[in-house]
């Protein structure tokens, strides 16, 4: 179940900031700050310093012994003045060291071992960079910060040099590109001339920056979060005591950061140079690692806005002038599984978009997809109906940061409306890139199958008039034809939500009527599906729950794969499909979850290990995840699986009711939850199936709890006092309500929550009577 962990300590790592106000020509107690190592500079412009001056005072008292201390000050000025001006300049950096690992104390910048890891990286930076051309300039590095990498312990750090003007305006004139180059090749300088590592260093990366970053790290107010797959970790800025605040957020190194921000009160456009909110792709706050920022409310919309990183990190900093009275800022942030972008395709028609549409997309990618038409002789045709990515730099001709690229013609904005749909051959290869800057929502392209010689596709029929319409379409009570020829075999008709629809299209107005043992339709349609939601015996890890008994809840599935064995729950709606969340099918570097082979379901089943005669196992068909599913805030979680065979119903397999979307669960209602998920948070996987006694929540009331993420097609259900509650592992579950005669509805699919059995994070549930129709255009 998607679900967050504790809370961090929060910690403020400081440093003492340099007095950048002094010039080359006065006394510099900021030099002394940072103690150089064997012959650095701060040594020897200290020392140089004291030298001249004792020489200056023993001459001058020597020969002009009449002459006043206002003259030899001048004197002093004079030759100071003449002196190469100097000033600051830091290059932030990561590098990554194989034979470290992370561990959560590396997330405290006070603790004992980040302390000492970082000493060590520290001295081994400052010990390379003595050979390299900038060793003279050199002054101090300091490690901010620890993520796990790929392949190892990632660190961030600033390096603090202190440099003649000319080269420092020469850094900083370095588009990013060049900054890049420069940066590798220092890089690889300092560790091929270094002699014996004492690290084993994979990759590094160094940016040039200025003292505005660096002071944002020194102000900030630090908050260190982590999330595992499956939880939601919140972000609240109530009532700011501080004028920076910065939030590190990390997730393991097969994954990414996605950022959801729902609100952000107290700043307006107007106050843009001092009032934003900054995400970076990095750990530390460098221009050139900027996903995006926002000065307020006019410069972002809609209210909701999803971020995407390109590795396991992000930053995330705010930054104001003046206290604020209101809630400032709210957000929460997950890990997502990174995805593999581009593909073939050979479809009649399709949808392709941007990386995590709608959310933003991440830095420093590159798509590749070709799409094909299933027929010789047929075309492609292509329209663009949202782009919206980082525009060129000004002056530039030719799209130079991010673009879409559609048979070699890019598009880094909104083409003309008349421009949006263009005709192709038979295949067409499109490319997405992104660099390493600002992001934006993406694209999302409609693609289609034609041909001019024939009238309607395979998959299209065919109306009385020559007009073509596509199947799903029938049946829709829109006439799309124009003679009612796609309505002519229709068994129902619309009717009001509140409605029970028969088949016969008539509209009942009683409250749930199926399967309540009376026939209220006239053909009887509503006591036709009962066979349905009851266990066939004669006689309770959730959090907080206790072992069921063998039979009780028989539409319970486990869907295992592989090695790795119970990966999520689902429940059984009839002899050849289950039903689950969508979020247990999405890929993961390692893993294909979206691909049916390799996933098992086991039905009947008490014991997790337990497999006997008397358990169903079947292989997975077919997964069809519903095509609007958002994962970055669950809406739409579900998913259908079609069975290679079908199986046979027991005592110990049983179907459950699938409630129409007129059924009504009220607020109070009792209702079960059931799984093998871990029977506290992040701990094991229960062996035995567990059941826990759960209420529906009032939906306002758990909208509050969870800062308005709850959308129509969820439900909340639990104990506002916690202690009991589903968890990891429960995911795609069953939450199954009584009905009359004692027969068992799937009111909900187990979807997401804060924690597990938290005060006041009931679990969130896939609503499935907003869902109704769906399924059953897609099993029947």
Known sequence: MLRALPSSRTSVYSIPAPDTERT???????????????????????????????????????????VSLTVTVIVLVLHYSFSPAFSFIYIGGSLEIPNLTYTNDLNDPTSQKFLLQAEAIQNYLAETYESSFLGKYYLKSV????????????????????????????????????????????????????????????????????????????????FDLYAKPGNNRTLTLMNPKKSFYQWRLRVPSNYVVRLVVITLHGVTPESCASHHLSAYDFLLPLQNKIITRWCGPGAWAPSVVRLTSSSNVMLLTFSLDQREGSSILKAHFQ???????????????????????????????????????????????????????????????????????????????????????????????????????VTHRGF?????????TDRCNPEWLNCGDRKCKHQYKSCKEDDSCGEDSDENNCSYKSCSPYAYKCLNGECLLKPNPECDGKRDCADGSDEMNCACGRHQIKKNRIVGGEDARSGKWPWQASLQMGAQGHVCGASVISNRWLISAAHCFLDSDSVRYSVPLGWRAYMGLRTINGKSNRVAMRSIKRIIVHPQYDQSISDYDIALLEMEMPVFFSELVQPICLPSTSRVFLYGTVCYVTGWGAIKENSHFAKTLQEARVRIINQSVCNKLYDDLITSRMLCAGNLNGGIDACQGDSGGPLACTGKGNRWYLAGIVSWGEGCARRNRPGVYTKVTALYDWIHQNTN
């Not at 002699?195 to 590094?204: A, I, K, N, P, W």
């Open 143 to 222: 490690v901010a910060a620890f993520s796990e990498g790929e392949f190892g312990l990632r660190a961030y750090y600033w390096n603090t040099l202190w440099a003649p003007q000319d080269i420092v305006a020469s850094l900083k004139k370095l588009t990013p590109v060049e900054q890049k180059e420069m940066c590798s090749k220092q890089a690889a300088h300092l560790f091929s001339s270094s002699g014996e590592e004492d690290f084993d260093l994979v990759t590094m990366e160094l940016f040039v920056s200025d003292s505005t970053e660096y002071d944002v790290m020194l102000k900030s107010v630090s």
């Open 444 to 452: 999302y392209i409609e693609y289609k199958a034609f041909s001019h």
């Open 335 to 437: 890990a997502i599984p990174k995805i593999m972008c581009g593909g073939h395709y050979i479809s009649w028609n399709g949808t392709l978009s941007s990386p995590y549409y709608p959310s933003y997309y991440p830095p420093n990618i590159d798509c590749n997809w070709i799409i094909k038409a299933p027929l010789p002789g047929y075309k492609l045709s292509l329209k663009i109906l949202v782009i919206q990515i980082q525009e060129k730099s000004s002056g530039s001709s030719k799209c130079d940061k991010d673009w879409l690229e559609i048979d070699g013609v890019r598009y880094c904005k909104a083409p003309s409306e008349n421009n949006r749909n263009r005709e192709y051959g038979y295949s067409v290869a499109i490319n997405f890139h992104s660099d390493e800057l």
């Open 24 to 66: 080359a020509g006065q006394e510099s107690p900021h030099v002394c700050y940072y103690p150089s190592y064997q012959d650095g500079l701060c040594q020897k412009y200290h020392v140089f310093k004291r030298m001249k001056l004792s020489f200056w005072r023993r001459e001058l008292l020597g020969i002009l012994s009449v």
